[in-house]
């Protein structure tokens, strides 16, 4: 009788890591999955606002303040300026 039940606690050890083992599997395989739909959201949405005719006179940009900063090349001090005033031309 010891041997069957010996067998039976081996069975349903194996049964539950494998069960374990699969789940684990395939939460990470649908995070995996998950991850790429947004990289390809992401590239998808920032490649048509980033696109620009290499041919264009003129390129607007939609600056944020406190996003962008100017430094003077040669005294390498922050040059303060005001966003708004850029973006209404």
Known sequence: MKPDKLKLAYKLT???LL???LL????????DRGIVLLENRFE???RENAEVSMDARQVRFDLKPGKVFL???KTEERIEFDASAISRL
């Open 14 to 16: 194996f049964c539950y």
């Open 19 to 21: 069960y374990h083992i």
């Open 24 to 31: 684990v599997t395939a939460i990470l395989f649908f995070v």
């Open 44 to 46: 998808e949405k920032y």
């Open 71 to 73: 430094f003077d090349r």
